[in-house]
């Protein structure tokens, strides 16, 4: 799965041709969530900390998400995103 961001130890990846809706994958320790690019609703588990932080990174990187789908289903490189600061 290629890996999108980095970010106080929460790594986001996506898959290529991965089931609809677009979304992406937030592991942080051991755990892991999906969450969906659009409603921004997460499945699976991550602790309440981790899961503010990806929360807020997706918000502000939405569009962006939103292009990695793309691409990722046209198997294209996926660059990466900004780590929130």
Do not use: C
Not at 62 to 77: I, T, V
């Amino acid at each position: 799965m290629p890996e999108l961001s980095r970010f106080y130890g929460i790594v986001i990846e996506m898959n290529y041709d991965d089931h609809a809706p677009p979304h992406f994958h937030a592991k942080y320790s051991g755990d892991e969530g999906t969450v969906d690019i659009s409603s921004l609703e997460v499945t699976g588990r991550l602790p309440n900390r981790a899961r503010r932080r990806v929360l807020e990174w997706a918000s502000i990187h939405q569009d962006e998400l939103l292009d990695r789908w793309e691409r990722a289903s046209r198997h294209e490189p996926l660059p990466r995103i900004a780590p929130l600061p």
